[in-house]
Each structure stands twice: as structure tokens, then as C-alpha cells.
């Protein structure tokens, strides 16, 4: 006879602090953690990228070659290449080991605020500020975007790739998901403009922050409201927002120093993580872990649950 | 941290994709692809096989290229006359050839033959004699002579039906003829160059005795080939024909090989082989000598010019066939064909003409008059409807020359600019008098219309503002207009422009407007209109009029003369618009505070991804065989203003904007608020509504005393200052742009294809000078205001309205404009928040407005002495320094703050490894490791 299933332990929210990087980049605009989590990219208003190890806490890598500041980057699937966007209009494609620069792709009219690839690395998608989505292709050698969603009535603020859809935020107030394996745009309305998006780790739903400190989520195949998370301050700032590793908290950065945590189904404030004395930036959720990174002013943090232990690192490892 | 014990657990959590490679056995070396060079050709023994370039493209030949054999030269034909005496063997060609040569790929090839049954030879010898010999060694003999009884003639079925007709083995097809007294052979000196000679009759020396009275069948030829040529080689060259280079073999050793048709029968006509001395074999002078010639006195005879025919002649040389290669028979009935120029085959039942056709009688054309002039005169047409004076008096004025007149006047009166406009001809093109004709229409139009407006104004400022409502205001300006475009106006006639030529009615009832227009009628609007339409579309109509009537106004004719019309029209009235717009945001609007979230708040739309972007995704494309990128568009009439308009008021027809602009300001003060986009939210709107109120307020008070060009015409109609034609021109664009609904982009282009540009570039430029400066906001937002200053007179023209009136009837581009300034949407937080930088909390959207009030005065005085200087630029950089120096200011301070930080934390956190400095090469490995960490 089999053992019964151990009792799946409560969800553990990471409150405890185990790093503290200084990151000397000026103002961190984004920090992310690549595909596994064990690493971490963060982006400097003083124009670099830099690559952490949060775990250890060591810087393993800067990228320098943006001409402003960098405000978003995401790793690809293999860690073999780094995406940026920056204030200077371009998406620009790395090369993680050797930190140079694979290709630049120009053509956004203002700032990128977002930049994401696709599952496979093939595509690197941008949001910018001239309210468009632009593919730009990583197998080819052609400077022109694949295609151009230019359907947003304004600055694109956020975007998120999944296997087939492409999902954005716009501060036209509306959430758009493009679906190309059916070949339609879904465009719902939330009334506020939206500075963050993210699917559901389950991809049946989407997140939306608003700049009416309000978050929504929201049924990803009806556009129905499922729950709607308040209490944090978003009313000026492009902050950014997400699920937690098993969907099932939902967290978001504030304008008064903290970061929120709610409860998906009950839609109740679990916690508020007091972080810094400024505006908390942006934040980046473990993808397997309960792990959280939090970027205030020029400081990057990574907390763990309570329960997590401080391994020490053993010499020559 | 990872675990101590990490590194043997991840091995196992490493996952493997695809199939592995087998290992490689021990001390064995992977093979390497033979390289081209390296690449030999060996015959069935082994050997290596050199090329030659001998006779037929062979490789080594004979014993190590020698003649002989292993045991040297020796004849195996060889026997001694003694003992025996040796056979006399007929040698064919076969016997000299070597073993590759009767392969599949020789020249002569022994495999390829055909099959019994469509041969046409009755039967095979080597069957034959198998079944010979199967006879004599069965174990019943004689069962096979059974068999050959029993077995059917293996007869084709053409032969069989052939012979039924008639037709015997070695005869020719076709009913019998007589045979003609032959004529003498052709001359044996002619030379013959190429490849091979033709065939020669072998039937020439056959006969000597014909009688008259006998018939005889045709002789057995082949057909002519009247395939084309196709192939890139000489005339007449034939390459090497092994039916010919084996001519004749037909030993009883050497069976034939070659089946073809007129081989064979020239085999069943005799052996030819003795028949006189005749060449065999391979011949002409490209091969050399053959094996076989016997001839070689020519061999090294040098080729000369003078063997060559270099003139075209007309007389044939001699064999009648200009050329032809044709088979001879032809060739040798000269005398028959003597006048016949048709060569081919004549088909039965037809024969050649023995008259020629009669000639064609050409006709001469008639004679032309002495004084006749090859030119033709169009007589203008003037319409009855023209005949009023006034109208007259216009064509009079933009033609120089009423065109009745022109009819009675002599004709070597006019000069050549008025016999150009009469014909239509263009004008030459020459250096054009005056600047003002490089201008584009569309700048002298506007040229034009700033005069206008200047006009205007001294006329409309004896109106009360306040009293006018929408429709007397407009009805007002028209009025106005009306007076003030007099004979600018477009005259239907005249110009060949036709804006609603879709709707013939509409067009004629335009054309009455204009008319009217002309004439100076007052009640222009009332008298054309059509009975059936409402008040609304009466208006409607009356407005779109009005416009179409200023924006066509007849140009100069010179410059209308430099342009031509397109082609294809399509294009130009059509637009690109997106089918499917996403809903009225009222609704939603109101979805969202009910949080009716679902179907109120969903739009969808079928969207076409890139084939491209489907195939870097892994999906199927969904749309395979459209060719729609994006949401699909329709197309839309381009001149039907109110396509493109949400807003009653505002129009589309861009050259009238200064006009509508004038409407609209007017306007403002009745028409109902509408939320717009950037209306975040109640709270929100009032307190942007504040802030604006207060910088519009702030602004009114400088640009009164400063901004005398742009701001005279909004904000005080009764100066009369001329304002400068290209500021004015700047304006109107950047009214363009705050129209609520926008047009597509591709619309703005094409109207403010130069102004638009340079308006977004700048704000571009805005939008990076703000990331230039160190994101506190208050310094930001100032800095960022005094970089705008050159092109916002639209906003200060806004602002000015904004006090004026109320509040909520800013238009939502000046909340835009505002937007950008505080770059588009939700920005960025500052760098750091300290204690000691506490007073640089940014301006947000929720700081109040009392703080706001305290500062903005400031700025404005601030700004009130930039332009008062007019040294906008220097003193942005001046600013900029000052900014950049507060900000270094700042981050000293914050320096000062994260190191205490970073003090406290390294306390509790001693652990951190201070490994900075990794290899790339160490990187890469863990990267590509990606070891799971272990918790």
C-alpha cells in the first residue's frame, strides 16, 4: 500500500530578506530573474545591464552599450542570449558570455519600455512608447520587424509572450492579447491606463495593473473579471506586478515603499513587505520558488520564505 | 545557496533532448567524405581509368593504352596457310573496338535492342539458335520443331497490316509510281564541310533498265524531319551517327545491331559492302582520318578563307536546297522543281501551283491640297450655363481671354501663351518668373488663407462672442467667407476637379454653390439644397461645401499646369482605414465601475499575424492564403469628411484649418464634454484639470506680453497685427493634431507630409532630453516645459481658452500634450528617494495642487524671462547645468544613504562572496550547466 501524499505545505510568501545588492547602476529601472531563477538581470538608469547571481549575491557580468537608460530585459530560453530595451529606442540582443552586443534593432520611435522573447528565442518582441509592438526577428538579418502591432492607442507600458500569444498593456487603459494560433486580437478594456500585465502560470488568466492602484485579474478566454486587488499605491509610476510560483498569491510593487501580496481566490491583503523608503520599482518572482527580487531606487533585494535556510557555501564549491 | 552535495544531483536533473549520437569505437577514425579531386574511376578489373579524350570520350584503352594484349601484338585472326587455310573473315567495325565501346554507355551499345515484337526484323538470331540448341539437347527431341509449328509468326502488327495492304519488305509506303529517267549524279567536286557526308544513294548505280509502262512502289525513304532545331550546334551537323560509322555490318559473326529502319532495308536491298569503292565509316575532315578511310591525301589541308562563299548570292548552289539538308530525295528531282519555292513535303492530292498568284494593287493616297495644314482646332465649348456675367468676368479673368471672343479674333493675333491655353497645351518649362512659383499649391493656398484669416478677424471682431451658438457662428463665418474667398473660390467649369463626382446630384448641387458663390448670393446655402434632406443634413451638406470650395480653389494656372492629373483615381479619394474600430469607450466606461467585466469591456477583432511570425511561434498560420497583415482595412471614401470624425464639429479637411480652429474655439464654450482616453478617472481628471488650469493661467499672462505672433489671433480679435504666414501655418498643424478621433497617420502625412514631421521629431527630442536629466520631476517637468516652449503655441493657444472658459473644456490633446511632457503615461520613479532630497518629491498626478500652486509661479517667472530674452536654447543649457549639477548633488547625498545601507547589511549578511571577477569562459559553463539550486 502507497503512502499517502505528504499534506502539501501552505504557500510560504518570501518575507525573509537573504540579499542585498547594491547594484552602483543608478536607479534599477527593471530587475529579472532569467528562465531558472538563478540568475538575475538588472537594468540601470547609468545605461548598463548587469547580470547577478542573487543566491550568492555576486555580480557575474555588465553589459554597457545602451545609450540611455536600460528599462526592461529578459534572458532567452537557453541563457545563451540576453534581450534589452532602453530609453534610447532600441532592443538590443546580447551575447550573455561574451557580453557583446549581437544586434541592435532600431526602429521604435520613442522609448522601449518592454522587450520579451518568444519561447524559442526566435522573435524578440518590444513595447515602446510610440504605441506599438514590434517582432523583430533573432534568426535573419533584417533590420525591419517581422510585424508591427501598432492596434494600441497609446504607449505600450507592458508585454508578456506565451507559447502563442502575445499579451500587452497599454496606457490607452486596455489589455490586448493577440492569439496567432487563432488569428484574433482580444482588446479588453480596464479604464485605467495599465502599466503591467502577466499571464497566470496556468494561462488561463491575465493580471492587469492599473494606474488606479488597482489590479485585475482577469478570465483570459471572456475578459471577465475574477478579482480585482487594492490597497497598494500605483497611481503615477510604471510599477510592476505578478503571480507568485503556484499562482497563488498575487504581488505587486507600490509607490510607498512596499510590496503587496494578496490572495488569488480571496482576493485579501496577506502582507505588505515593507522594502525601502521610495518607490518599489519593480520585482520579479522566482519562477519555481517562493522567491521575490524587488528593485528600489538603486538597490536590488531578494527575499525567500521564512523557512528557507541560509545554506553555507562550502570552500572550492 | 547550493547545497554542498548540489553537484552530484545535478547530473540527474539534467534533461536530454533528442536522440544521442552512438559513441564513436575506440582508435577508429570518423570517415571523411572522399573529396572531388580525390575521386578516381576504376573499371571492373579494378584499374585505374585514365581519360583520354580519344575517340569517344573513353578511358584507357587496350592493354595499358597499347594495341596489344598481354602477350604483346599479336593478330588472333592468325592461322598458318599450312595447316589450314584461313578463313576469309569480313572484319567489321566491331572487331577494332574495344570492350567499353559495345558497353552501355560505348557507341555502340549492345544492351539496348528492341523487343521481338517491334522489331521489325521477322526474327532473332540468337533466340533462334538457343532454341537450336535446346532442341538437340532436350530430352524429347524434336518438341521445339513442334513448337515452331504450333508457335505464331512473331510478326508486328504494322507489318501484318502492311503486308495486307500490299505492302512487301523493302518497299516504301504509299501508292506505286513510275520511275523518272534519272538524272545525272551532282557534281562529286563540290566539298562538303562538317561532320559527316549525306547519305548517298545507294540506289543511284541500282538500275539501269526502266520500262515505261511499269510501275513500281515507292522507294522506301525516310520521312523528312521537320523538327525544329534546338540545339546550338552548326547547320547540318549530325555528330557522330553510329548507324552510319557501323554501315553495312551485317556478318554472320556480327550480328546487326542497329534496327534502323533505312539501315535495315538497305541491308535487304543487298550487301552494299562490295558493291563499288565506296567510303565507310566515319568520315569528314572534323575526325581526322578513321580507321577505315582510305583517303588521307587532305588531311593537313589548311583551311582558307576562299573555300567559304562570302557573298549572299542568289543562285542557288546547285543542289536547289538553299541550304536544306534535306534527305535526297529531293535533292536529285532538279529538274521537276525547278520553279517550285515550297520545299517541304507535298501532301497528297494537292500540287504546286504553275501560275504565281496575281500581284496586290497598292493604292496611292489621294493628293493633298497645296494649303492644307495637318493641324486640327478644338472650338471651345461653353456651356449655356456659364452665360452669366459674373462668371464671364471670372473665366475673363483667369484666362486673359474669353474664349467667345477668342473664336472671332484672328488667330495670328494671339501670341503663343494664349494659343497654349486655348489648345490646352502644357507650358513649357522655363525658368519661372517669380519665387512664388516654386511654392506647392497647397503653401500658396495657405499663404492665401493667412491673409484671409488676418481679414477676417478685422471683420469678425465687431461680433459678440458670447451670443453665438453654434449654427448663426458658423452660418456667420461662411457668410463671411463667402465675401471674403470671392473670386478665389473654384469654378466648377473651369477646373476639372470634381470632389463629389461619386454623386453626380451632389456635384451639380456643389457646383450651384459655387456658382452662387460667384454671384455673390447670400443665401447660398438654402437655394441648392436638396428638398428631401433634413436641417442636419442641409447643414452637413452646406458645410462640406464650404470646404471643398476653399480647399479647390482654382490655382494659378502655371502652377496648375505643371501638374497632371493621376491616372488612377482609386487611390487618391480612397483611404486605408481599419474595419473594425474598437468601441465607444463611454460604454466601457461605465462597464468598468460597474465592473461588468466581460462582454462590455471585450473587443474582438480578427487579426492576421505575419506568416513569419507564425512560423518563428511554431503555430500554423491561421490565415494561410490571405495576404492581410495586422487587422484588416477597408477601404474608404477619402473626401467624405465625416468618415473620419466623431467629433460634430471638427473636419478633416485640412487646409481649411485655420478656419475650423476659429469654429471650434468658438464652439468650445456649448459642446458637451467628452471623456476622452486620457480621462483617467474623475479624481485624476479634476486635479490634471487644476494643474492645467493653473499653467494655462500662468501662460495666458506671459504669452500676452510675449507671444504678440501666435497668440493674437485666439486670444484678442480685436488687434489686427498680421500675423507671419508660416507661424500661422505652424499653428494650424498643431491644431491639427488635437483633434479627439485621429484620422490614420498615413492621412496626416499626406497632408502635413513636412510639418508633421518636424513636429514629432521635436517632441521626440523632448522626450529625450527628458531622459538626459536626472529623473527628479520637479527640475524635469520645468526643464521639459522650457523645451517645449518653441512649438507649444497651440497649447498656450489652448491654455488661453482654458481660462476663458471652463476648466473641463480643455481639449484632450492639451491633457496629452501635457502627457508627454510628462513622457507619455506612467513614468519612471526617480533614482532615489532620500531624506535630504525629500523636497524633490516628484509632481505626480495625486501630489496636490496647492503644492503645485506654489511652484508653478515660479517657473512661469522663470519662463517669463527666457522669452523675454529670446534666448530660448542658451538658456535651456544653462538650466540643464544647473539640473545636472542639483543632481549630482542628489546622488552624493544617496551615495552617502546606500552606503550607510550597505554597511548594515553586510552586517547581517557576511556570507557574500565577493567572486566578481568570473572568466567568461566560467561563466559560459555555468550557464550552460544551469545547475538547479538546491534549498
Known amino acids: ?317 | 545557496m547550493a547545497a554542498p552535495g548540489a553537484s552530484d544531483s545535478e547530473e540527474e536533473e539534467l534533461a536530454g533532448y533528442g536522440t544521442a549520437l552512438e559513441p564513436l569505437p575506440e582508435g577508429e577514425r570518423i570517415k571523411k567524405p572522399v573529396p572531388l579531386q580525390e575521386q578516381t574511376v576504376k573499371d571492373e578489373k579494378g584499374r585505374y581509368k585514365r581519360f583520354h579524350g580519344a575517340f569517344s570520350g573513353g578511358f584507357s584503352a587496350g592493354y595499358f593504352n597499347t594495341v596489344g594484349s598481354k602477350e604483346g601484338w599479336a593478330p588472333s585472326t592468325f592461322v598458318s596457310s599450312r595447316q589450314k587455310r584461313a578463313d576469309k573473315t569480313a572484319l567489321g567495325p566491331e572487331d577494332f573496338m574495344d570492350e567499353e565501346d559495345l558497353s552501355e554507355y560505348g557507341i555502340a551499345p549492345k544492351e539496348i535492342t528492341t523487343t521481338d515484337d517491334f522489331a521489325s526484323k521477322p526474327k532473332d538470331r540468337i533466340k533462334e539458335k538457343a532454341r537450336h540448341i535446346a532442341g538437340i539437347t532436350s530430352s524429347i527431341p524434336g518438341t521445339t520443331a513442334l513448337d515452331d509449328l504450333i508457335a505464331p509468326a512473331k510478326i508486328t502488327i504494322g507489318v501484318e497490316l502492311l503486308r495486307k495492304m500490299g505492302w512487301k519488305e523493302g518497299q516504301g509506303v504509299g501508292p506505286r509510281v513510275k520511275r523518272e529517267p534519272r538524272k545525272q549524279k551532282p557534281d562529286p567536286e563540290v566539298k562538303v564541310y562538317g561532320c559527316a557526308l549525306p547519305p548517298e544513294g545507294s540506289e543511284d548505280e541500282e538500275d539501269e533498265y526502266q520500262p515505261a509502262n511499269v510501275t513500281f512502289a515507292p522507294k522506301d525513304v525516310m520521312p523528312v524531319d521537320l523538327t525544329p532545331k534546338e540545339n546550338v550546334r552548326g547547320l547540318g551537323y549530325q555528330g557522330l551517327d553510329p548507324t552510319k560509322a557501323l554501315f553495312g555490318v551485317s556478318g554472320g559473326e556480327h550480328p546487326s545491331l542497329f534496327t534502323d529502319g533505312s539501315e535495315k532495308t538497305s541491308n535487304l536491298l543487298g550487301d552494299l559492302r562490295h558493291s563499288k569503292g565506296r567510303k565507310l565509316g566515319i568520315s569528314g575532315q572534323a575526325f581526322g582520318v578513321g580507321a577505315l578511310e582510305e583517303e588521307d591525301d587532305d588531311i593537313y589541308a589548311t583551311e582558307t578563307l576562299s573555300k567559304y562563299d562570302t557573298v549572299l548570292k542568289d543562285e542557288e548552289p546547285g543542289d536547289m536546297l538553299y541550304g536544306w539538308t534535306a534527305p535526297k530525295q529531293y535533292k536529285n528531282k532538279k529538274g521537276m522543281e525547278k520553279e517550285i519555292r515550297y520545299i517541304g513535303k507535298i501532301l497528297d492530292g494537292f500540287s504546286l501551283a504553275s501560275k504565281s498568284s496575281a500581284t496586290k494593287k497598292t493604292y496611292l493616297p489621294p493628293d493633298l491640297p497645296r494649303d492644307y495644314r495637318p493641324v486640327h482646332y478644338f472650338r471651345p465649348v461653353i456651356t449655356a450655363r456659364n452665360e452669366n456675367p459674373l462668371l464671364l468676368q471670372a473665366l475673363v479673368e483667369s484666362t486673359g481671354k474669353l474664349e467667345t471672343d477668342a473664336l472671332q479674333q484672328n488667330r495670328h493675333t494671339l501670341n503663343a501663351s494664349q494659343r497654349r491655353e486655348l489648345l490646352g497645351e502644357t507650358a513649357l518649362k522655363g525658368p519661372s518668373p517669380s519665387v512664388l512659383e516654386y511654392l506647392s499649391g497647397k503653401d500658396k493656398e495657405r499663404i492665401k488663407e493667412v491673409k484671409q484669416a488676418a481679414e477676417q478677424q478685422m471683420k469678425t471682431q465687431t461680433l459678440p462672442q458670447q451670443s453665438l451658438n453654434i449654427s448663426s457662428f458658423s452660418y456667420g463665418v461662411h457668410q463671411k467667407w463667402q465675401m471674403a474667398l470671392g473670386g478665389q473660390l473654384a469654378t466648377p467649369s473651369s477646373s476639372d476637379f470634381k470632389p463629389f463626382a461619386k454623386n453626380p446630384e451632389k456635384q451639380k448641387r456643389y457646383e450651384d454653390y459655387i456658382e452662387s458663390l460667384k454671384q455673390g448670393q447670400k443665401d447660398t446655402s438654402e437655394s441648392h439644397t436638396d428638398p428631401g434632406m433634413t436641417e442636419w443634413e442641409r447643414g452637413r451638406e452646406r458645410e462640406e461645401f464650404f470646404h471643398a470650395a476653399v480647399l479647390y480653389k482654382s490655382s494659378n494656372p502655371v502652377l496648375s499646369s505643371r501638374f497632371t492629373r493621376a491616372k488612377h483615381e482609386d487611390d487618391t479619394d480612397k483611404v486605408e482605414v481599419p474595419r473594425d474600430q474598437e468601441m465607444d469607450i463611454d460604454d466601457k466606461e461605465s462597464a468598468v465601475k460597474m465592473k461588468m467585466f466581460g462582454k462590455l469591456t471585450r473587443d474582438k477583432f480578427e487579426w492576421h499575424p505575419e506568416k513569419l511570425l507564425c512560423k518563428r511561434f511554431n503555430v500554423p498560420d491561421p490565415y494561410s492564403d490571405s495576404l492581410i497583415v495586422g487587422l484588416p482595412k477597408v477601404k474608404r471614401d477619402k473626401y467624405s469628411v465625416f468618415n473620419f470624425l466623431t467629433l460634430p464639429e471638427s473636419t478633416t479637411t485640412t487646409i481649411t484649418q485655420t478656419i475650423n480652429e476659429k469654429m471650434q474655439q468658438n464652439i468650445s464654450p456649448n459642446k458637451p464634454k467628452k471623456p476622452s482616453r486620457w480621462d483617467v478617472s474623475d479624481k485624476e481628471k479634476k486635479k490634471k484639470d487644476s494643474i492645467s488650469e493653473f499653467i494655462s493661467l500662468a501662460r495666458s499672462k506671459v504669452n500676452i506680453q510675449q507671444q504678440q505672433p501666435e497668440s493674437v489671433i485666439e486670444e484678442d480679435r480685436s488687434r489686427t497685427n498680421e500675423p507671419l504666414p508660416n507661424k500661422a501655418v505652424n499653428e494650424s498643424t498643431d491644431q491639427k493634431e488635437e483633434e479627439e478621433s485621429r484620422p490614420s497617420m498615413d492621412l496626416f502625412k499626406a497632408i502635413f507630409a513636412s510639418s508633421s514631421d518636424e513636429k514629432s521629431s521635436s517632441s521626440e527630442e523632448d522626450s529625450d532630453e527628458e531622459a538626459h536629466q536626472p529623473p527628479s520631476s520637479v527640475p524635469n517637468s520645468e526643464s521639459t516645459k522650457h523645451a517645449n516652449l518653441p512649438d507649444t503655441s497651440s497649447a498656450d493657444v489652448q491654455e488661453c481658452m482654458a481660462v476663458t472658459s471652463e476648466p473641463d473644456l480643455v481639449p484632450p490633446l492639451l491633457k496629452e500634450e501635457l502627457d508627454k511632457v510628462e513622457e507619455f503615461g506612467p513614468r519612471l520613479p526617480p533614482v532615489s528617494f532620500s531624506k535630504t532630497t525629500q523636497e524633490h518629491e516628484p509632481v505626480s498626478l495625486a501630489s496636490s495642487v496647492e503644492a503645485n500652486q506654489k511652484e508653478k509661479p515660479k517657473k512661469n517667472k522663470e519662463k517669463h524671462k527666457v522669452k523675454r530674452e529670446h534666448k530660448h536654447k542658451k538658456e535651456k543649457k544653462k538650466k540643464r547645468k544647473k539640473h545636472r549639477h542639483k543632481g549630482k548633488h542628489k546622488n552624493k547625498k544617496s551615495e552617502k544613504n546606500s552606503n550607510s545601507d550597505t554597511v548594515d547589511s553586510s552586517d547581517s549578511l557576511s556570507d557574500i562572496e565577493e567572486i566578481t571577477d568570473l572568466s567568461s569562459q566560467e561563466l559560459l559553463r555555468r550557464l550552460k550547466h544551469l545547475p538547479a539550486m538546491k534549498q
Not at chain 1, 517581422?146 to 498593456?169: N, R
Not at chain 1, 478579482?227 to 500605483?234: A, P
Open chain 1, 1 to 317: 500500500m502507497a503512502f499517502p501524499e505528504p499534506k502539501p505545505k501552505k504557500p510560504e510568501l518570501p518575507k525573509r530578506l537573504v540579499q542585498n545588492l547594491e547594484c552602483k547602476q543608478g536607479a534599477v529601472r527593471a530587475v529579472r530573474f532569467n528562465v531558472d531563477g538563478n540568475y538575475c538581470l538588472t537594468c540601470g538608469s547609468d545605461k548598463s545591464l548587469k547580470l547577478w547571481n542573487p543566491h550568492k549575491g555576486t555580480l557575474l557580468k555588465t553589459y554597457s552599450g545602451h545609450g540611455y537608460e536600460v528599462l526592461d530585459a529578459a534572458g532567452s530560453f537557453d541563457n545563451s542570449q540576453l534581450c534589452s530595451c532602453g530609453a534610447d529606442k532600441t532592443v538590443v540582443l546580447w551575447d550573455v558570455a561574451s557580453g557583446q552586443v549581437i544586434r541592435k534593432f532600431r526602429g521604435h520611435a520613442g522609448k522601449v519600455n518592454c522587450v520579451q522573447f518568444n519561447e524559442e528565442a526566435t522573435v524578440i518582441l518590444s513595447g515602446s512608447i510610440d504605441s506599438s509592438v514590434r517582432c523583430w526577428d533573432c534568426r535573419s538579418r533584417r533590420p525591419d520587424p517581422i510585424q508591427i502591432l501598432d492596434e494600441a492607442k497609446d504607449g505600450v507600458s507592458s508585454l508578456k509572450v506565451s507559447d502563442y500569444e502575445i499579451l500587452s498593456g497599454s496606457v490607452d487603459g486596455r489589455v490586448r492579447r493577440y492569439d496567432l494560433r487563432a488569428g484574433e486580437l482580444y482588446s479588453d478594456y480596464v479604464g485605467s491606463p495599465v502599466t503591467s500585465v502577466c499571464f497566470s502560470k496556468d494561462g488561463q488568466c491575465t493580471l492587469a495593473a492599473s494606474l488606479d492602484s488597482t489590479l485585475r485579474l482577469l478570465d483570459k478566454d471572456t475578459g471577465e473579471l475574477l478579482g480585482e486587488y487594492t490597497g497598494h499605491k500605483n497611481t503615477a509610476y510604471k510599477l510592476d506586478c505578478c503571480l507568485s510560483e503556484k499562482d497563488t498569491h498575487v504581488t505587486s510593487c507600490s509607490e510607498d515603499g512596499k510590496v503587496y501580496f494578496w490572495d488569488l481566490v480571496e482576493g485579501s491583503l496577506m502582507l505588505s513587505l515593507p522594502v525601502g523608503r521610495g518607490v518599489v520599482q519593480s520585482l520579479s518572482f522566482h519562477p519555481s520558488k517562493p522567491g521575490l527580487l524587488t528593485a528600489t531606487e538603486g538597490r536590488v533585494q531578494f527575499w525567500r520564505e521564512e523557512s528557507h535556510v541560509v545554506e553555507e557555501q562550502p570552500p572550492g564549491c
